[in-house]
């Protein structure tokens, strides 16, 4: 499975951004979608997760009701909707595919088998 993350650039606070993912290979082993951010000189964050299948979704506290994550599976790609963007969200954002069906500890970076190459995200505030 190989993953594809695009979409990232400067914008300002309160600004809006979409994230894109694209999955191709053996994408009938994903089992749900995550998108994880890091701040240079810290430990990469949990930020949403997807279902592949159902499309149940699950964020962190701190973009929950300003993130949206959604997958087309037609196109293979998942996507995250960022709006009301805060200086505090600039990071390098990274998707990722789980094949496992351990839904439950889909914050878990452990989880995922696979990454993409990760988009950088600045806001200015």
């Known amino acids: 499975v190989q993953l594809q993350a695009s979409g990232g650039g400067l914008v300002q606070a309160g600004d809006s951004l979409r994230l894109s993912c694209a999955v191709s290979g053996r994408t009938f082993s994903v089992y749900y979608m995550g998108w994880f951010r890091q701040i240079p000189g810290k430990e990469r964050e949990f930020v949403a997760a997807?279902?592949?299948?159902?499309?149940?979704?699950y964020y962190a506290d701190s973009v929950k009701g300003r993130f949206i994550i959604s997958r087309d599976n037609a196109k293979n790609t998942a996507y995250l909707q960022m709006n009301s963007l805060k200086p505090e969200d600039t990071a390098v954002y990274y998707c990722?595919?789980?094949?496992?069906?351990?839904?439950?500890?889909?914050?878990?970076?452990?989880?995922?088998?696979?990454w993409g190459q990760g988009t950088k995200v600045t806001v200015s505030s």
């Open positions: 997807i279902n592949w299948s159902g499309g149940s979704t």
């Open positions: 990722a595919a789980s094949p496992t069906r351990d839904w439950n500890r889909r914050d878990l970076e452990k989880m995922y088998d696979y």
